[in-house]
């Protein structure tokens, strides 16, 4: 089990999860977050213990002018506020509770 701390949050305390890891595999197994809770889908706390380095620290952080500018990649058009996959993946956007 791995406690994750999103330290974006005013107050980061409210903001922590614990993400399972399968002893055997080491396969993600779920988040105690309320979108993986009760969506049952893959979510941000998950992706970033998959991408943390063996010092327990993630191998980038998003800078927060990231929010000014759209990757290249970023499908948000037309999905009325609700942010695409990647603006998720990358920090730069939140999904809604």
């Known amino acids: 089990m791995v406690e994750v701390t999103n330290e974006s949050h005013e107050n980061p305390s409210a903001h922590q999860y614990t993400v ?4 055997a595999t080491e396969d993600l197994m779920a988040c105690t977050c ?4 009760h969506r049952n889908a ?3 706390h998950m992706a ?3 991408t943390a380095t063996d010092d327990g620290t993630l191998n ?12 290249e ?4 058009e037309g999905l009325n506020e ?7 993946r990358t920090g730069r956007k939140e999904l809604p509770n």
């Open 73 to 76: 990649d970023c499908g948000c």
């Open 48 to 50: 970033a213990v998959e």
């Open 60 to 71: 980038a952080f998003p800078s927060e002018d990231n929010d000014e500018t759209e990757p």
């Open 20 to 23: 399972s890891i399968d002893d």
């Open 42 to 44: 893959f979510c941000k």
């Open 34 to 37: 309320p979108h993986h809770v």
């Open 82 to 88: 609700f942010p695409c996959w990647l603006c998720v």
